[in-house]
């Protein structure tokens, strides 16, 4: 079983977040991969929210992902079948501090039986850390300037 947990506090707030996640198809801004909506979200779900699919390509290998829950407090998505991870199950959850929001990210799945799990994991934590660089660092470059009275 390969489990990885990752924290990063970035500087907006969770609706931000959850709607710049969201932008599918820009999150090669942030991962190294790219995205292409395959299904829209459900009816009277939030637009890139809950029932959406994307196609996933990175590291040469195409995938497809489905949006299960995503609110202010986070997002649950799962790989459609059983690469990269079988059983692959992915947690993003927001919690607000201050002006802040402090990203959790879970991800567990087992290993292909080709490839060690130590080895699977080192590479997927390694994209998810630098996807969470990368994301608090948009924030930063983007955030709001102070106000002044």
Known sequence: ??????????????????ET????EQLSRFFNATFIVERQSDEGEISGGKGCRRQ???LGQTFSEEILKADLSGITYRIVGSKPLKHHLGRIIFE???DKTLISYHIK???P????????????KRDINCALKKLATYFE????PALTT
Request: charged share 15%.
């Open 96 to 98: 607000t501090h201050g």
């Open 109 to 111: 799945g087992i290993a």
């Open 21 to 24: 996640l969201l932008e599918h």
């Open 56 to 58: 996933v390509t990175t």
């Open 113 to 124: 039986n080709h490839l060690p799990n130590f080895l699977v994991k080192f590479f997927i």
């Open 1 to 18: 079983m390969v489990v990885i947990d990752l924290v990063k506090e970035v500087s907006t707030n969770p609706q931000t977040l959850l």
């Open 141 to 144: 470059k983007n955030k709001a």
